[in-house]
Structures are given as structure tokens and as C-alpha cells.
């Protein structure tokens, strides 16, 4: 039988990485138990608000977050605190499948359009590979506000 897993980055602004992931992958980021949302809803202040009314506090550097696959079929994404700097190069990425089925030009023009979309939010630009066929269909590294790395795939 197969298991669900939960994809968990390290950060320093669970916030930010997770309004700029969820915006990446097409996800959204749920309200908290019992509570509907509506489309102008600030899904953290309704965080904020629903742990207040626990009668229980957060501190900064206690915060979480968590984004959804609206659809469910892709994993939760969740985003925590640490104190610590990223210092290296990841041992896993995500592949962001920005251009399935298209091949080409028409490949990399995709994942061009995709890359500049999040380079707006905040992402950084550090490779693009090109095509060369049968072995590679092309992709662009990128990594995220904080410096993960991922493929526009």
C-alpha cells in the first residue's frame, strides 16, 4: 500500500515561502479547522485569529505553514522555522512540471514564460539547459526566496 508523505521545507519565513510556493504550484493555503474562507480572506490572520481564540498565543518564531493541492492529488507542502541559514547545495529538489507534453521551442518557451511569472515572486534564475534530445527535453534551475533550488521542468 502506498503513503502519503508531506513535503516539509526548513525556513526562515514561513509566510513568504509558503505565498510563494503555493502561487508556484497552483496550490492554496488552507484556513484553520471549522473555518471557511472567503477569496479576500488573509488565510495567516485567520490563523492568527483561530489559535487566539484557543486562548493560546504564537510567537514569531513559533509560526507555521502549510499549502494544499486544491484538487488533493498532489502532497501538503509545509514550512517551518529554523534558525540556521541554508549552506548548501539540496540533496532533493522539487521538479515543477511547468510544460508537460510540449517539446522544443515551444518547451523552453513555456518554461521561460513560467520562469519570469516567478521571478516576479521573488524566485531566483541560475541555469537554463536546453534540449538535446533523445536524453533531455530542457529545463531551467531556479531556486525559491530562500534559496532552495528546483527545475522548471
Keep these: 500500500m502506498s503513503r502519503a508523505v508531506q513535503i516539509t521545507f526548513d525556513c526562515h519565513d514561513p509566510i513568504r515561502q509558503a505565498t510563494f510556493w503555493a502561487a508556484a504550484l497552483g496550490y492554496v493555503i488552507p484556513g484553520p479547522p471549522g473555518v471557511r474562507l472567503g477569496a479576500d480572506d488573509d488565510p495567516f490572520a485567520a490563523w492568527q485569529e483561530f489559535i487566539k481564540s484557543l486562548g493560546m498565543g504564537t510567537k514569531p518564531e513559533e509560526f507555521r505553514a502549510a499549502i494544499e493541492d486544491p484538487q488533493g492529488r498532489g502532497p501538503r507542502v509545509f514550512f517551518q522555522i529554523v534558525p540556521e541559514d541554508k ?48 536524453m533531455e527535453a530542457g529545463f531551467i534551475v531556479m531556486a525559491d526566496p530562500e534559496g532552495n533550488e528546483f527545475c522548471l521542468d
Aim: proline fraction near 8%; glycine fraction near 6%.
Design 87 to 134: 549552506t548548501v547545495k539540496n540533496r532533493v529538489h522539487l521538479d515543477v512540471r511547468a510544460a508537460p507534453g510540449l517539446q522544443g521551442d515551444e518547451r523552453m518557451t513555456a518554461l521561460e514564460d513560467e520562469c519570469q511569472s516567478l521571478l516576479d515572486l521573488g524566485a531566483q534564475r541560475l541555469e537554463r539547459c536546453d534540449p538535446s534530445p533523445p
